[in-house]
């Protein structure tokens, strides 16, 4: 079964993967999705090769960059940090950035490798080491404009009594 619909950028798989993840990932059903979360992973995989250096920007103009992500890179992000309570989850160009109460979640960040933007209050992940081409200081809000941004709503893991 076609679980994403017309993936022309890696942004959008992205986005289908994580809408795909709040619909059916174990930790978030009361159903046993295992079997379907399985697929999606490998419709996602074969996705990722077509699509990887396919980007779009705000202006939803398609170009192409190479990506050295690696495919399990975003997908074990998003399984680890879906459950956070309290936090703006946000796909901003190729960086996943939260903010939020995000105390309670120092150390996992850290361990993913997310690094505290203290001018920003936001944790920011990037898979390639950033090199600042410019002087300019820019806002979230400014990167937000800038590029093509996702929210992603987060879901409190249901427990089993």
């Given amino acids: 079964m076609g679980y994403f619909k017309e993936v022309k950028t890696i ?82 160009g190729n960086w996943v950035w939260i903010s939020g109460n995000t105390k309670h979640y120092r150390e996992i960040l850290k361990s993913l490798k997310f690094k505290w933007i203290s001018n920003k209050h936001a944790w920011a992940y990037h898979k390639e080491k950033y090199f ?11 990167l937000r404009n800038y590029f093509k941004t996702v929210d992603i709503e987060t879901k409190e893991v249901k427990k089993i009594v």
Wanted: proline content about 1%; some cysteine; hydrophobic content about 30%.
């Fill in 132 to 142: 600042k081409k410019t002087n300019n200081v820019y806002t979230l809000e400014d």
């Fill in 11 to 92: 942004q959008e798989l992205k986005k289908q993967y994580r809408d795909l993840i709040m619909r059916y990932h174990p930790d978030l059903n009361k159903q046993d999705t295992t079997s379907i979360m399985q697929e999606i992973n490998a419709e996602y995989d074969r996705l990722f090769a077509k699509v990887k250096n396919q980007f779009v920007n705000s202006q939803g103009n398609v170009y192409e960059k190479e990506n050295t992500e690696d495919i399990n890179d975003f997908k074990s992000i998003i399984n680890r940090i879906i459950t956070f309570k309290d936090c703006k989850i946000e796909i901003i």
